[in-house]
């Protein structure tokens, strides 16, 4: 009877210890998604020079084509711009009360030599939840483009 109850309490042991592989795991693989399609928006930025209608609808159209669809809320305080539909082209001042898909903050140096230019900073979100417990987590996942020359578009600069 002792054996039995001690083999029961390993095998308990290594089931826990399993789902917690798979869950990082799992983590690990949604990280990866989110990053990736971080970068892809910043070298969609780059490419074409700043943030405009028709870099953010390739934008949009790449999030919906990986089936992208975590929203969380931005930073009101730096003046971020966010995206609450990915079926428009309209960035929007961020509000305190309301959730976006990304953000987008643009950070401008000007330098005598170099005229004007902006670096501009991107916002995705993972949410990892479990199906029982729910939502258990937002993260966020961040960067920035390397310096555009004479952007063309109507962003503000951030609050640094």
Same mark, same amino acid.
């Given at each position: 009877?002792r054996?039995?109850?001690?083999?029961?309490?390993?095998?308990?042991?290594?089931?826990?210890?399993?789902?917690?592989?798979?869950?990082?795991?799992?983590?690990?693989?949604?990280?990866?998604?989110?990053?990736?399609?971080?970068?892809?928006?910043? &070298?969609?930025? +780059? /490419?074409?020079?700043?943030? *405009?209608?028709?870099?953010?609808? $390739?934008?949009?159209?790449?999030? !919906?084509?990986?089936?992208?669809?975590?929203?969380?809320?931005?930073?009101?305080?730096?003046?971020?711009?966010?995206?609450?539909?990915?079926?428009? &082209?309209?960035? +929007? /001042?961020?509000?305190?009360n *309301?959730?976006?898909?990304?953000? $987008?903050?643009?950070?401008?140096? !000007?330098?005598?030599?170099?005229?004007?230019?902006?670096?501009?900073?991107?916002?995705?979100?993972?949410?990892?939840?479990?199906p029982?417990?729910?939502?258990?987590?937002?993260?966020?996942?961040?960067?920035?483009?390397?310096?555009?020359?004479?952007?063309?578009?109507?962003?503000?600069?951030?609050?640094?």
């Amino acid at each position: 009877m002792r054996e039995s109850i001690g083999g029961t309490w390993l095998l308990q042991l290594v089931i826990v210890f399993m789902l917690i592989f798979v869950g990082f795991l799992a983590l690990t693989i949604n990280y990866t998604k989110v990053f990736k399609l971080k970068n892809e928006m910043l &070298t969609m930025i +780059e /490419k074409y020079e700043g943030v *405009k209608d028709e870099s953010l609808k $390739i934008i949009n159209n790449y999030l !919906k084509a990986n089936n992208y669809g975590t929203m969380h809320k931005c930073d009101p305080n730096i003046n971020e711009y966010g995206m609450a539909s990915l079926d428009n &082209t309209e960035l +929007e /001042k961020v509000d305190s009360n *309301k959730k976006y898909f990304y953000c $987008i903050g643009k950070e401008s140096t !000007k330098s005598p030599h170099l005229g004007n230019r902006s670096k501009y900073h991107v916002k995705l979100f993972l949410r990892f939840n479990l199906p029982i417990v729910g939502d258990l987590i937002t993260f966020t996942i961040s960067g920035s483009s390397i310096n555009v020359n004479n952007p063309r578009d109507t962003l503000e600069n951030m609050k640094v």
